[in-house]
């Protein structure tokens, strides 16, 4: 039976339209689920969006519609953006519907049988945008006197009855599982992070509001409303059928890896795993936090309104640029300030010069050169050898480097071989060979055509539209282009498409903030 890999996105709040550092989580999400279809995994790719709490109120309130009504329209947003950005997602959650709050409130109930939740009284701080309670040693000055969450965002005091969860209660366990699962919270710098947060002491956590009604009603007890964030990660449970174990799609619980932002880590690594332990399930096997794209330093965000809209770059430089540029450009768990001139050196330099013009290159030789079929293998040299030899080490590479979610690592074991393959094409000349050997001009595209083969295959996670096209263009059925069919060569006399550019070199006005070349 095929392994099974489950892998998330956070559930995005519906109170502001979609951006880039939204777009960011997502494509790398979907590109470990597309690695993994292609390695021959069973897939389950969520995403979704976050549609309780007094923030989605509020941001409804102001745009003068009902919750409801504001949450549709929000949450068309960012099916749209899943659509825009290429996402390959199996299921999209929305926390309004009837599949989740069935299982937020059986989840509600185990903790209440397991005697991990009590009733009590809240007293303290909130911050409405962060959805965070924070305590007074947490709190920092604002320049105007006033006090704000360490986030900037205002804090207001709250006092009413709440549900708590006994979170204190955990810190031994949460700490042994840190210890035991090393992966568990990645990359090791915010696993650190976490550890000290919890060996500090953990408070019970509340998890209940009176004094608002658009959330999930508590079972038994109307007049609260569950806190967002344990109704949130609860979508991760909703959608694979929980509490139905019986569901096909049970047997993906628990989470391969929740792809999170590292401003919601904490939800994450230390909630979330206490509430499934409380209620005697299996957590997930790694939380994995990606940094922040900025602008001018600063993070990308709406309430800032310094956030890059996805839908422009997408129509400005094309999707798959897009999709390669966020991954290639920064290392995943690092910060990066976006650029456009940034986005189009890279599609210049090493989409359209380094990938295009090798594919182009080797591509119209062989139309012109070899009658548009796949040429024949001569005896292999030493440089045909090194050069193959590390194009068919790419899948175990690449794999290495997405079970650490390395993706520029990934992309940057791929260019090695681009570049080795540009520059084995310079000095083998098969232009010139044309007229002295033909039998190894003909050798020579063909390594070269392999080596595309084999460049392409593992970049379809990363740009699925264009290396459809390569592959299509050098001979690769659609059935054939899983890692495991990259063991079985392509026969020579295989009749070969017309050679078409697949990256085009963007020229012109690069938009926003661009110093493009
Ligand atoms: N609703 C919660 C998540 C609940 S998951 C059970 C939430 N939503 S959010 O819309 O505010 O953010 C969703 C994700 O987008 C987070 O992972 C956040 O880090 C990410 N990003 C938002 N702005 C970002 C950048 N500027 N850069 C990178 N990622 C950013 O939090």
């Given at each position: 039976?095929?392994?099974?890999?489950?892998?998330?996105?956070?559930?995005?709040?519906?109170?502001?339209?979609?951006?880039?550092?939204?777009?960011?989580?997502?494509?790398?999400?979907?590109?470990?689920?597309?690695?993994?279809?292609?390695?021959?995994?069973?897939?389950?790719?969520?995403?979704?969006?976050?549609?309780?709490?007094?923030?989605?109120?509020?941001?409804?309130?102001?745009?003068?519609?009902?919750?409801?009504?504001?949450?549709?329209?929000?949450?068309?947003?960012?099916?749209?953006?899943?659509?825009?950005?290429?996402?390959?997602?199996d299921?999209?959650?929305?926390?309004?519907?009837?599949?989740?709050?069935?299982?937020?409130q059986?989840?509600?109930?185990?903790?209440?049988?397991?005697?991990?939740?009590?009733?009590?009284?809240?007293e303290?701080?909130?911050?409405?945008?962060?959805?965070?309670?924070?305590?007074?040693?947490?709190?920092?000055?604002?320049?105007?006197?006033?006090?704000?969450?360490?986030?900037?965002?205002?804090?207001?005091?709250?006092?009413?009855p709440?549900?708590?969860?006994?979170?204190?209660?955990?810190?031994?366990?949460?700490?042994?599982?840190?210890?035991?699962?090393?992966?568990?919270?990645?990359?090791?710098?915010?696993?650190?992070?976490?550890?000290s947060?919890?060996?500090?002491?953990?408070?019970?956590?509340?998890?209940?509001?009176?004094?608002f009604?658009?959330?999930?009603?508590?079972?038994d007890?109307?007049?609260?409303?569950?806190?967002?964030?344990?109704?949130a990660?609860?979508?991760?449970?909703?959608?694979?059928?929980?509490?139905?174990?019986?569901?096909?799609?049970?047997?993906?619980?628990?989470?391969?890896?929740?792809?999170?932002?590292?401003?919601?880590?904490?939800?994450?690594?230390?909630?979330?795993?206490?509430?499934?332990?409380?209620?005697?399930?299996?957590?997930?096997?790694?939380?994995?936090?990606?940094?922040?794209?900025?602008?001018?330093?600063?993070?990308?965000?709406?309430?800032?309104?310094?956030?890059?809209?996805?839908?422009?770059?997408?129509?400005?430089?094309?999707?798959?640029?897009?999709?390669?540029?966020?991954?290639?450009?920064?290392?995943?768990?690092?910060?990066?300030?976006?650029?456009?001139?940034?986005?189009?050196?890279?599609?210049?330099?090493?989409?359209?010069?380094?990938?295009?013009?090798?594919?182009?290159?080797?591509?119209?030789?062989?139309?012109?050169?070899?009658?548009?079929?796949?040429?024949?293998r001569?005896?292999?040299?030493?440089?045909?050898?090194?050069?193959?030899?590390?194009?068919?080490?790419?899948?175990?590479?690449?794999?290495?480097?997405?079970?650490?979610?390395?993706?520029?690592?990934?992309?940057?074991?791929?260019?090695?071989?681009?570049?080795?393959?540009?520059?084995?094409?310079?000095?083998?000349?098969?232009?010139?060979?044309?007229?002295?050997?033909?039998?190894?001009?003909?050798?020579?595209?063909?390594?070269?055509?392999e080596?595309?083969?084999?460049?392409?295959?593992?970049?379809?996670?990363?740009?699925?539209?264009?290396?459809?096209?390569?592959?299509?263009?050098?001979?690769?059925?659609?059935?054939?282009?899983?890692?495991?069919?990259?063991?079985?060569?392509?026969?020579?006399?295989?009749?070969?498409?017309?050679?078409?550019?697949?990256?085009?070199?963007?020229?012109?006005?690069?938009?926003?903030?661009?110093?493009?070349d």
């Open positions: 039976m095929s392994k099974r890999f489950y892998v998330t996105t956070p559930i995005y709040y519906v109170n502001g339209a979609p951006h880039i550092g939204h777009a960011y989580t997502s494509v790398a999400a979907d590109v470990l689920a597309r690695w993994r279809r292609l390695d021959g995994h069973e897939v389950f790719f969520l995403t979704g969006t976050d549609e309780h709490g007094q923030k989605v109120e509020k941001a409804a309130q102001d745009a003068g519609v009902a919750p409801q009504e504001f949450a549709d329209r929000i949450s068309k947003q960012f099916q749209g953006l899943s659509a825009l950005m290429g996402l390959s997602n299921d999209f959650i929305r926390t309004t519907e009837a599949r989740h709050k069935l299982a937020c059986e989840l509600w109930r185990r903790l209440r049988a397991s005697g991990d939740i009590y009733l009590g009284h809240y303290g701080y909130y911050a409405v945008r962060d959805e965070a309670f924070y305590n007074e040693s947490e709190l920092v000055t604002r320049p105007d006197g006033g006090r704000a969450a360490p986030t900037g965002a205002p804090v207001e005091w709250v006092r009413e709440s549900y708590f969860f006994r979170l204190s209660a955990w810190q031994d366990r949460l700490l042994a599982l840190y210890e035991s699962e090393p992966d568990f919270v990645s990359p090791s710098s915010r696993r650190s992070e976490v550890m947060f919890v060996r500090g002491g953990l408070n019970d956590l509340s998890v209940s509001r009176t004094s009604t658009w959330g999930v009603p508590v079972p007890d109307p007049d609260h409303v569950m806190y967002v964030w344990l109704d990660l609860t979508n991760y449970l909703s959608a694979v059928g929980f509490p139905d174990t019986e569901s096909p799609r049970w047997p993906f619980w628990p989470a391969d890896v929740h792809v999170v932002g590292k401003d919601i880590i904490r939800f994450h690594a230390v909630y979330w795993p206490a509430f499934l332990m409380a209620a005697g399930l299996p957590v997930p096997r790694c939380v994995f936090s990606n940094g922040w794209w900025t602008a001018a330093g600063e993070k990308m965000s709406k309430s800032l309104g310094n956030a890059v809209d996805a839908a422009r770059l997408v129509e400005t430089f094309g999707l798959d640029p897009v999709r390669y540029f966020l991954l290639r450009e920064v290392p995943f768990g690092n910060d990066g300030d976006y650029s456009d001139a940034a986005l189009v050196r890279r599609t210049n330099v090493e989409l359209a010069n380094d990938l295009g013009n090798l594919a182009q290159r080797t591509l119209s030789q062989v139309a012109k050169n070899c009658g548009g079929l796949l040429p024949a001569g005896a292999a040299t030493v440089q045909d050898t090194a050069l193959l030899d590390a194009a068919q080490a790419l899948p175990s590479a690449v794999r290495d480097r997405l079970d650490r979610l390395a993706f520029h690592d990934a992309l940057e074991d791929v260019w090695k071989v681009i570049r080795a393959a540009n520059a084995y094409i310079d000095h083998q000349a098969p232009w010139a060979l044309r007229k002295t050997d033909a039998v190894r001009m003909a050798g020579v595209l063909s390594v070269l055509v080596v595309i083969r084999c460049v392409a295959t593992v970049l379809q996670p990363f740009m699925p539209g264009s290396m459809a096209a390569m592959l299509d263009q050098v001979g690769a059925h659609p059935d054939v282009r899983g890692l495991a069919d990259l063991a079985t060569p392509l026969p020579p006399g295989l009749a070969l498409p017309a050679p078409q550019g697949v990256f085009p070199r963007f020229v012109g006005e690069a938009g926003q903030g661009a110093d493009a």
